[in-house]
C-alpha cells in the first residue's frame, strides 16, 4: 500500500483562503441577488445587476481554482498566480470608480493593507511550493508497483 504525501501546512492554509474567498463572492452574488429589487429602487453608482454577477464570476472562478489546487493540478497553481493580482487590481479600480461611502474611505487603508498581505502571503506560498513534484507523481502513476527488494536465487 502506497503511503500518502501530507500537504505542507502552509499550502493547506492557502487552499483553505481559496475556497473561503470562493464562499465570500457567492455569498456576496446571493445577498445582492435576493435584494436585488431593493437595489433597482435606489440611486447606486452600479447597476443592479453588477454586484451579484460579479460575486458568481468571482466565486466561480476560485472556486474552480480551489479544486485545481486540491487536486494538486499545475494548472491551477499558475491561474492562482495569475488572479490573485487580477483580484487584487479588481478590487482597486471597483474601489476607486464606485466606492464614495465615508465608511469605505476611511477604512481603505487598512482594507488595502490586509489584501496586500493576505495576497502577498498566497502567491509567495504557490511560487515557493514549486511544482509540487509533478515529475515525480506522473512517474509513480506510469510505473507498474514494484515488488519487494528481495530477489529469489535458486
Not at 481603505?108 to 493576505?118: E, H, I, N, V, W
Amino acid at each position: 500500500m502506497e503511503k500518502r504525501r501530507r500537504r505542507p501546512f502552509f499550502v493547506t492554509l492557502v487552499l483553505d483562503g481559496v475556497f473561503l474567498l470562493a464562499g465570500g463572492c457567492f455569498l456576496q452574488s446571493g445577498q445582492a441577488f435576493l435584494r436585488y429589487g431593493r437595489h433597482e429602487g435606489y440611486t447606486l453608482s452600479v447597476p443592479a445587476w453588477y454586484l451579484p454577477l460579479t460575486g458568481a464570476l468571482w466565486g466561480g472562478l476560485w472556486l474552480a481554482l480551489g479544486i485545481g489546487l486540491a487536486r494538486r493540478r499545475e494548472w491551477a497553481r499558475r491561474a492562482a498566480l495569475i488572479a490573485i493580482p487580477l483580484h487584487l487590481l479588481f478590487w482597486l479600480a471597483d474601489w476607486r470608480l464606485f466606492s464614495r461611502s465615508e465608511i469605505a474611505i476611511q477604512s481603505f487603508g487598512f482594507d488595502l493593507a490586509l489584501r496586500l498581505a493576505a495576497a502577498g502571503f498566497g502567491a509567495s506560498v504557490l511560487l515557493l511550493s514549486g511544482r509540487w513534484d509533478w515529475a515525480g507523481k506522473a512517474e509513480a502513476e506510469s510505473e507498474p508497483p514494484r515488488e519487494s527488494g528481495q530477489t529469489h536465487v535458486e
